[in-house]
């Protein structure tokens, strides 16, 4: 789950610079740089849907990449699994007390890593003391360059040591604490601590992933999985509106980031109040 997630920052570290550069085509044909910026990029992602449609297979009898046996592996391992398929219902989830604690903390993980993503350029810009345009877009890259490297280890760390809970909640309470401290030094320092945030808020993810399924099962697993990501899109939509309701209130571009920086760790030292059991980390890890 670690390599699926290191698609979040390559696909930030590759676009950043992408995203300055056409802005800096303001004037041309008579149109800014943000229409030219939606433009390319709008037709870039609807040229990977299309490739996408005609490239991924529907099912594991048209997988080119399988051979014979593992097809029938699959298939076989498939119906079985529907075969003894529970029916999930969303009362079942509601009554769960860990659901609640996971919903709750992925919310402040989304809260986190939104209020980080939608304003990183403007930040980086102003630590630069220039536009967002080209050269702040280089710079606002490598906090994901630094994360892809994080995504990469950390959970490899946690699949090692079958360790969820304890780097679930230390990545997260790092993060935390980069976002809080960028608002509170030097430039170059910010950008430092900038990369441990972006590490912190991807690499959390796939690790806190691996915990719903030991944590949670029969009729409150599926349903619970679902009720967890609709709490993580919540935290996506309020995350700016608390930032910026922050800086308002307080008059300071630091109290934003200093509140962000607060709800990851609420989210950190709810995780270590888990009890995910370390020896079912590891049997899985041994299965995957």
């Not at 699994?81 to 969303?90: A, D, F, G, I, P």
């Not at 604690?101 to 990183?120: K, S």
């Not at 080209?134 to 079958?162: C, E, H, M, N, Q």
Request: glycine share 10%; charged share 10%; with cysteine.
């Amino acid at each position: 789950m670690g390599l699926f997630y290191m698609g979040a920052p390559l696909a930030l570290t590759l676009g950043s610079p992408l995203s300055g550069a056409l802005l800096e085509m303001h004037g041309f044909m008579g149109h800014p740089g943000w229409f030219w910026m939606f433009v390319i990029e709008g037709l870039l992602a609807v040229g990977a849907g299309v490739f996408t449609f005609f490239w991924l297979d529907d099912t594991p009898e048209q997988a080119r990449f399988l051979s014979k046996q593992e097809k029938t592996l699959l298939i076989n391992q498939l119906a079985s699994e529907e075969q003894q398929k529970v029916t999930s219902r969303l009362s079942d989830a509601l009554r769960n007390g860990r659901v609640w604690q996971l919903a709750i903390i992925y919310l402040t993980i989304q809260v986190a890593v939104y209020g980080l993503i939608f304003f990183l350029p403007t930040q980086v810009a102003a630590l630069l003391g220039t536009k967002v345009g080209f050269t702040a877009s280089v710079v606002t890259a490598i906090p994901w360059v630094a994360a892809l490297f994080g995504t990469w280890l950390i959970p490899r760390y946690s699949d090692k040591t079958g360790e969820r809970r304890n780097v679930a909640a230390l990545t997260l309470l790092a993060a935390g604490i980069g976002i809080g401290l960028s608002g509170l030094l030097s430039p170059v320092m910010a950008i430092v601590a900038l990369c441990v945030a972006a590490i912190g808020f991807i690499a959390v993810q796939p690790v806190f992933w691996t915990m719903p399924t030991q944590l949670l099962s029969g009729t409150a697993l599926a349903a619970g999985i679902g009720f967890v990501n609709l709490f993580g899109a919540v935290g996506g939509f309020i995350a700016p509106i608390l930032r910026v309701k922050a800086e308002t209130l307080f008059a300071s571009d630091a109290a934003g980031l200093l509140t962000l920086a607060a709800v990851a760790v609420i989210g950190s030292l709810i995780i270590f109040t888990l009890r995910v059991n370390r020896t079912v980390a590891q049997t899985d890890v041994a299965h995957h």
